[in-house]
Structures are given as C-alpha cells and as structure tokens.
C-alpha cells in the first residue's frame, strides 16, 4: 500500500479507516500484479455544517450573481473535507444563473441548454449527500426533468414533493390531491434554491384542480408556449385536468391532445379521453 508491503489483513484495517486522499494498492499473487488506486472524500460533519451556513448566508444575501455565488465559495473553502459537497451546490448556483440569464434574454426554449450541464453536475455529486438542501436540489432538477417518482421522495421539500406525487398519480390514474397544495406549510430549501421558472412552474402546477382555479390556469395556458418541453409537458396536463373539473371538456381534450404522443402520458391520455367522452360537445 502506497509502496510499502502489507499483509490482506493490515490493508483492509487501513482502508477502513482511511477518510481523505488516495491509497494505491497493488496486488501480487503468482507472479500477477495489479494495480488499484482508492480516492477518499468523506467529509466531516463540521465541514458539512459550515458549508451549509455559507450557503444560508448566500440565501440570506438575497442577491444571484457571479459575484455572490463566488462569495459563497470563499466563504466555504475552509472547510475542505466538504469540497465535493460545496462544489455540487456551486454548480447548481451557476446553472441557476445562467437560466436566468437565458429567460432574461428570451433563449429558445426548444434546444439544449447550457444550465442543463450545470444541474446534471449538481445532482451528480449532490445525490450521495443526506443533507437538505443536497436533498433540495435533487428534488427540484428530478422535478425540472418530469422525474416524479424520485421528486416525491425529497419529503424536506415538501412543496415540491407533494405537487410530484400529484402529477405521479394522476399519469398511473391513482387518487390524487385536487386541493390547493400551494397552502402546504414549506420550511424546506427548495423555495429559496429553486430558480425562477421551475417555481412559477410549481406554483402553477399546485393550483387546485376542482375547476375554480380559473384566473391561474389561464395564466398558464397564456404562457404554456414560452416554456421548455418538460415544463410545457406539466402545464398541459395541469390544464387539461382544470378544463375537464371546470366543465370545458372540449377545451381540456385540446390540451390533452397537445402530450397524446407522450409515452409517459399514454395511459393517462386514454384514461382522459374516456373520461371526457361523454362530456363534450356533440
């Protein structure tokens, strides 16, 4: 280990109890050798914690710049065990931000983006995190990509596990919550991380779908056109499922027919259409 002979036992005492930096390991058995090299990044729970102080002062600030996000890099930069973890929060921070700047600047919304890396590289560092706000994170990207399954699973971002299960359930036609989940208490992160058009998103897709949101879901079927596919994707069924409670099938099955060739939503397209069937205009 790291050039100097160990017996299996003396090397598996080692790696179990090694926390930071690489040990190189090389084996030899009759005249075969192989070599093997062990990054170790477990970070201490002080360093976990000053982190996430960094990052509640970055909130705090209430300012989203390259200039604050890089504050909040200095600010953490002590706390070295936690390099990975304040690194996959950066990187959502600068996909957060550049977002921004794309809605800003009216980017097309039907081709790749650059943000699109930066959360990718977030949730691939962040996901082996039991933190909230890693968890937070997670939960708001899984929530971007039409992930429901995995959303509703981040329970300290409550808000945005709720509005996850909802739309989960309706696609597998199990019972869901018609209610307004916009009243739900929310003392998780993801309100203060979450960038300015997935929370629109959330607060739109967290309407109540008995028929009486009728100013809101107008707002969203004025603006389902300026959002990203995946986006666009949730606001069509949350406007299909209002239309139908509201008794305007004929306008919910023209929303229904804008996903039909969704795979996700070919059970809940069928399911729809037949709910609908009796109620449209002949």
Not at 178 to 194: E, I
Not at 272 to 281: C, I, K
Request: aromatic share 8%; with cysteine; proline share 3%.
């Amino acid at each position: 280990m790291n050039g100097a002979p160990s017996t299996v036992e003396e090397a598996i005492q080692r790696l179990s109890e090694q926390r930071h930096g690489v040990t190189e390991v090389r084996l030899h058995h009759a005249g075969t050798e192989q070599s093997f090299e062990f990054d170790f990044a477990l970070a201490d729970k002080a360093d976990l914690d000053g982190v996430d102080s960094a990052l509640e002062r970055f909130i705090e600030g209430g300012e989203l710049s390259r200039r604050s996000i890089d504050d909040y890099i200095m600010r953490s930069a002590r706390f070295e065990t936690a390099a990975r973890y304040q690194g996959g929060i950066a990187s959502y921070l600068y996909g957060v931000l550049a977002r921004e700047q794309e809605a800003e600047q009216g980017a097309d919304v039907s081709g790749t983006s650059m943000y699109e890396g930066k959360y990718d590289q977030a949730v691939a560092t962040l996901k082996f995190f039991d933190r909230a706000p890693a968890e937070a994170i997670c939960g708001i990207v899984a929530f971007h990509y039409n992930q429901f399954r995995r959303a509703m699973t981040k329970t300290r971002s409550r808000r945005v596990a709720e509005v996850a299960l909802r739309f989960e359930s309706i696609l597998h036609s199990s019972p869901w919550d018609p209610s307004n989940l916009a009243v739900l208490p929310d003392s998780s992160f993801d309100q203060a991380l979450s960038d300015s058009v997935i929370e629109q998103v959330v607060t739109w897709s967290a309407i109540p779908l008995d028929g009486s949101a009728n100013e809101a879901a107008a707002e969203i079927i004025d603006n389902i056109h300026d959002q990203r596919p995946p986006d666009a994707f949730k606001l069509h069924l949350i406007a299909a499922e209002h239309l139908r409670a509201a008794g305007a099938a004929d306008e919910a099955m023209h929303q229904a027919n804008q996903i039909r060739h969704a795979r996700s939503a070919e059970d809940w397209y069928e399911n729809f259409r037949l709910r609908t069937q009796g109620e449209r205009t002949p």
